[in-house]
T-cell receptor
Framework: RKEVEQDPGPFNVPEGATVAFNCTYSNSASQSFFWYRQDCRKEPKLLMSVYSSGNEDGRFTAQLNRASQYISLLIRDSKLSDSATYLCVVSLGVLGGSQGNLIFGKGTKLSVKP | NAGVMQNPRHLVRRRGQEARLRCSPMKGHSHVYWYRQLPEEGLKFMVYLQKENIIDESGMPKERFSAEFPKEGPSILRIQQVVRGDSAAYFC?????????????FGSGTQLSVL
């Protein structure tokens, strides 16, 4: 089983649509969770952290279900500029912890059409 | 405040040559991470360094790959005797703290092409 698994897509949606991405992770000891965004051939950029209570940042909402080892990202009112690959990222580390590396999923490709 | 600087942006090598990839972390960052992204794959952790120390190299291939982060100067990822399978995007990231994803800043990457 892969450490972090995502549906590769592509998700092709019209502007204004709501789209949801899911991700599962295999290591129950994982402590930190993130969504990164990567545009074609560019570096990944942090979109948002994911907290157990769920969190929202504008049009983006992230959820974490530790029992099911499942993470989600919801994008409301999609914009053309949201077109990118969304990477689910997991870390065993916590603040001050000893495990520093991030484990990336392969990403889910989103294409928002006019 | 410049971000993480990687150079070269693109590097072309023939099989058997050496590739040297450089990474200058953000000012004030003492933790450097190297990741590799093969075509159509996710980023894979390679190595984590602090100044003059390799902290975690569990993702480094056993042969031909080495990394350093000297007291002065950039971090270097060195690949000896490159093969076609080394063609990938190599990303460096730096952090002021150990490990937290939201404190990790990535460089633009070096695209290595092996002919």
């Amino acid at each position: 089983r892969k450490e972090v698994e995502q549906d590769p897509g592509p998700f092709n949606v019209p502007e204004g649509a709501t789209v949801a991405f899911n991700c599962t992770y295999s290591n129950s000891a994982s402590q930190s969770f993130f969504w990164y965004r990567q545009d074609c051939r560019k570096e990944p950029k942090l979109l948002m952290s994911v907290y157990s209570s769920g969190n929202e940042d504008g049009r983006f909402t992230a959820q974490l279900n530790r029992a099911s080892q499942y993470i989600s990202l919801l994008i409301r009112d999609s914009k053309l500029s949201d077109s990118a690959t969304y990477l689910c990222v997991v870390s065993l580390g916590v603040l001050g912890g000893s495990q520093g590396n991030l484990i990336f999923g392969k990403g889910t490709k989103l294409s928002v059409k006019p | 405040n410049a971000g993480v600087m990687q150079n070269p942006r693109h590097l072309v090598r023939r099989r058997g040559q050496e590739a040297r990839l450089r990474c200058s972390p953000m000012k004030g960052h003492s933790h450097v991470y190297w990741y590799r992204q093969l075509p159509e794959e996710g980023l894979k952790f390679m190595v984590y360094l602090q100044k003059e120390n390799i902290i975690d190299e569990s993702g480094m291939p056993k042969e031909r790959f080495s990394a350093e982060f000297p007291k002065e100067g950039p971090s270097i990822l060195r690949i000896q005797q490159v093969v076609r399978g080394d063609s990938a995007a190599y990303f460096c990231a730096s952090s002021p703290l150990q490990g937290r994803g939201e404190k990790l800043f990535f460089g633009s990457g070096t695209q290595l092409s092996v002919l």
